[in-house]
Each structure stands twice: as C-alpha cells, then as structure tokens.
C-alpha cells in the first residue's frame, strides 16, 4: 500500500494524540509551572512536526535523521510526565494513560526506522 501524504501514517495520527492530551492536561489543570507545561506541549509538537518532516523528505538517510529525533521526542514527554507526577501536578492514571500512547508512538516510529533502514541496506 502506499502511502502519499504524511497524514496516512499511522505513527503520525498517534503522534496527534498524544499532542492532544498533553494540551488537555496542560490547559484543563492549568499547571502552575507554566515553563514545563510549554516544554512538554513543544516536545509533544516536535513528535508530529519530525514525523511529518520526515516523511517529506527526498531521501531515506534525511528521512531516518528525522524520525529518530521524533522519538527522541517522544522520550522527552515521558520523562516530563515523571515530573509531572512527581510534583502531583497529574493523577498516576493519567500519567499512565499518556506514557502508554507516547510508548506505541514511540513503537511505530522504530516502525517508520526499521523501514527506512531497510530502504538504506538496498
């Protein structure tokens, strides 16, 4: 099957889910720390923005670089998240909620990697 537009990717369309429920638990508790709050909101953006990025780039070694910092994003929201906890700014459910879906983001980017990589070693 084949794939045209960076919107098809089902690592992107994950990745717009974690993007929104960052922002729902950012905007609804309104965090008292406004700098984490915009840091994990960016690091979430960053996962869509490198995915799409890399998606449109003309060759597989760029496309690769991209991806790897789109999970490389993904990382950085999880560990957020502790912080997060740790500071009982979110309730240990919904910590567990948005780690799982950044962690089968995570999972379908190494996807989008491994086909890439494979796409090199041709």
Not at 5 to 30: G, S
Not at 75 to 91: F, G, P, T
């Amino acid at each position: 099957m084949r794939i045209d537009k960076f919107e098809e990717l089902i690592a992107w369309q994950e990745a717009r889910k974690l993007v929104n429920q960052i922002y729902d638990i950012t905007d609804r508790d309104r965090l008292k720390d406004l700098g984490l709050a915009n840091q994990i909101q960016k690091a979430a953006v960053s996962v869509m923005a490198n995915i799409s990025e890399g998606f449109g780039r003309y060759s597989f070694k760029d496309s690769k670089q991209f991806f790897t910092m789109a999970r490389g994003s993904v990382s950085e929201v999880q560990s957020h998240l502790y912080v997060m906890l740790d500071r009982k700014m979110i309730s240990e459910s919904s910590f567990n909620d948005i780690y799982e879906q950044a962690a089968k983001t995570s999972k379908l980017i190494n996807g989008l990697i491994r086909n890439v990589n494979f796409q090199l070693s041709k």
